[in-house]
């Protein structure tokens, strides 16, 4: 097959274990996850139907690589995350058979640039300057469901510079990995390689040049990630 320009390079996140990589196709995020970071950021707690915004394939990257202060905020914030890689994909999917279109699991960040996002939340206008930006979103290693199970409890963490920021567990999550799922095919016919962030506990916050940012999430994976 000939292109008229060169073909863009595939993004391709490691697995826990493996050679193989596991290619990515798109990226979905779910908002306000948690009810107590729905409430730090001045919203209801109460369970409303999920809302999404998605990043970039490319946005995914290793946390090797460090991730440069972007331009054009000076206030951006840490979002630690679990991550669902799905092998399989489909309209419609029922919450019972969600599970069966996991690959597997990592921790991710979901960096956001506040300032422009509350700038837009403001004027009524997407948030993609603000969440969908260059190296926005440094992964781990992704854990094959076949070795970890699908885990639904546990404590997920963040550390800026070693001083715990946000602290939360699993089974906080509002909506639960198999509602995710079925909840967003309904808006989205998925596929094999879409890769979802589920939300965020509490205790958002900054980050500046020369901090480290250090998180995980108890049995399924940790990274690190250098602010420059």
């Known amino acids: 097959m000939k292109t008229v320009i060169p073909l863009p390079l595939p993004t391709l996140l490691p697995v826990a274990g493996a050679?193989?990589?596991?290619?990515?196709?798109?990226?979905?995020?779910?908002?306000?996850?948690?009810?107590?970071?729905?409430?730090?950021?001045?919203?209801?707690p109460d369970r409303e139907p999920p809302f999404f915004f998605q990043k970039n394939p490319d946005n995914l990257i290793s946390p090797d690589a460090g991730f440069p202060y972007p331009p054009l905020s000076s206030d951006v914030h840490?979002?630690?995350?679990?991550?669902?890689?799905l092998k399989a994909g489909g309209k419609d999917i029922a919450a019972g058979d969600a599970?069966?279109?996991?690959?597997?699991?990592?921790?991710?960040?979901?960096?956001?640039?506040?300032?422009?996002?509350?700038?837009?939340?403001?004027?009524?206008k997407p948030w993609a300057a603000a969440k969908a930006f260059e190296h926005s979103a440094p992964c781990s290693a992704i854990v094959p469901a076949d070795v970890l199970g699908h885990p639904a409890e546990g404590p997920i963490w963040l550390a800026v510079n070693g001083d715990r920021k946000q602290q939360g567990d699993l089974n906080q999550m509002i909506w639960k990995v198999p509602e995710i799922i079925a909840e967003l095919s309904r808006l989205f016919t998925l596929a094999p390689g879409d890769v979802i962030m589920t939300g965020t506990p509490s205790g958002v916050g900054p980050v500046k040049r020369g901090d480290t940012v250090t998180c995980g999430i108890d049995g399924v994976a940790t990274l690190s990630i250098a602010v420059v």
């Open 99 to 124: 599970l069966d279109c996991v690959y597997g699991y990592a921790v991710g960040i979901d960096f956001t640039r506040r300032d422009l996002q509350a700038e837009a939340k403001a004027a009524g």
């Open 78 to 85: 840490h979002e630690v995350e679990l991550v669902i890689a």
């Open 19 to 44: 050679a193989d990589l596991f290619p990515v196709r798109r990226v979905y995020c779910v908002g306000r996850n948690y009810a107590a970071h729905a409430i730090e950021m001045g919203h209801d």
